[in-house]
């Protein structure tokens, strides 16, 4: 284990925003978490956890020791009449684990295909796609707590999950680091179909009765099309979160803006839909020097091309700026500012 200096971020984050690492180290066992906590140096110091870097703004170099979580691994970690527990360490690439169940013929996460990162940082906030959250596939986890260096483990109920949301956002956040995550992928398998764009595809291919590898590929595709590929257009995906409001309050907006979308949910609330806000608001395909907003998706900020953070932070600032204005919302952005 190698503590390395001066190291650039910018390949380390989906944004490609500049910012230099003061010391990074990369960390691919429990043992190494544990070697770091005992450390003379930096055992105490302040530290910063990064996966895959695509849920993050960098907005200056960072001073805090970088833990760079490269913990490989994957296996069946029991099988049960009614579901396979599946077990991935937390520096496995996301998407990759999910084609990998697949292939091995334990269905369950394919609605969750194609979203960048890794494993160990899905939790951190409960990602979600196309009518599935990590939770509703979640077992446990287990994490090294980064003040004692014991490795705990956590269930579904202790990771507080929410929407785009868990303890490692409050509680825990920064204070220990996943290292293993077990999903549980229920038998017999069925489809969740009920997002709109995956009906659609259904309807269109006339497959009245879709296998989990189709259901994969739909999902694939449709993200495909909608939303930019960070390889060639730096982002972090959606930028901010669906904000949730009681049913006097969308009422109340839509007796202004009849267009609003949004979607009722099981408990009653509901969601609007961001997206739509910020394009209401005239943002779709604008730019703050060289940050814009995406032309097919207004939900996603894209660097055009050498961008800051700062200059993330300032369009995401006005863009808030108007919606609340307008809607008397306050977008919360979903990526962590750094
Ligand atoms: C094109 C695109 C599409 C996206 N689509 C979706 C989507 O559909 N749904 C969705 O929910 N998200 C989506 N995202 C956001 C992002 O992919 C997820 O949040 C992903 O889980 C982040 O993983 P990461 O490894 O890149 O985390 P990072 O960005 O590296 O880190 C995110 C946070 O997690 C913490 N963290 C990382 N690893 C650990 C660990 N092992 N232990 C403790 N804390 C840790 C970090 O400190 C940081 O606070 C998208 C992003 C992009 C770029």
Same mark, same amino acid.
């Given at each position: 284990m190698q503590i390395e200096s001066g190291v650039s971020l910018k390949p380390y984050n989906t944004f490609g925003l500049p910012a230099l690492a003061q010391s990074l180290v990369r960390l691919r066992s429990d043992a190494d978490v544990r070697a770091i906590v005992d450390?003379?140096?930096?055992?105490?110091a302040p530290k910063f956890i990064l996966g +895959?870097?695509?849920?993050?703004? /960098?907005t200056r170099d960072v001073q805090a020791l970088v833990l760079k979580i490269e913990i490989p691994g994957r296996r069946l970690f029991e099988e049960r009449i009614d579901a396979f527990i599946v077990e991935a360490g937390a520096g496995e690439n996301w998407h990759d684990f999910v084609a990998w169940t697949l292939a091995q013929?334990?269905? +369950?996460?394919e609605n969750l295909? /194609?979203?960048?990162?890794t494993v160990g940082a899905a939790p951190v906030q409960n990602i979600g796609a196309y009518g599935v959250e990590l939770q509703d596939r979640f077992e446990s986890l287990d994490a090294v707590d980064l003040m004692t260096g014991r490795t705990v483990t956590l269930t579904r109920e202790m990771c507080h999950f929410n929407y785009r949301d868990s303890v490692f956002k409050h509680d825990l956040a920064g204070k220990s680091v996943i290292t293993r995550v077990r999903f549980r992928l229920p038998q017999p398998w069925r489809p969740v179909l009920g997002y709109l764009e995956l009906e659609r595809a259904r309807l269109e291919s006339g497959i009245a009765d879709p296998g989990p590898k189709q259901v994969f590929d739909w999902v694939c595709a449709i993200r495909r099309a909608k939303l930019p590929n960070p390889e060639r257009l730096g982002n972090a995906g959606s930028f901010f979160k669906n904000p949730l409001v009681s049913e006097v309050q969308c009422r109340d907006i839509i007796g202004r803006d009849p267009g609003l979308v949004h979607y009722v949910l099981a408990d009653g609330s509901i969601k609007l839909a961001a997206g739509w806000m910020i394009e209401a608001c005239g943002?779709?395909?604008?730019?703050v020097g060289r940050a814009g907003v995406y032309e097919k998706q207004a939900l996603v900020l894209v660097?055009?091309?050498?961008?800051?953070g700062a200059e993330v932070v300032t369009l995401a600032r006005a863009i808030q700026e108007s919606v609340y204005g307008r809607f008397g919302i306050r977008l919360e952005p979903e990526p962590v500012m750094a």
């Open positions: 450390h003379p140096r930096f055992g105490r +895959g870097g695509s849920n993050v703004v /960098l013929g334990w269905p +369950g996460l295909a /194609l979203i960048p990162g943002w779709k395909g604008k730019s660097n055009r091309g050498g961008a800051t």
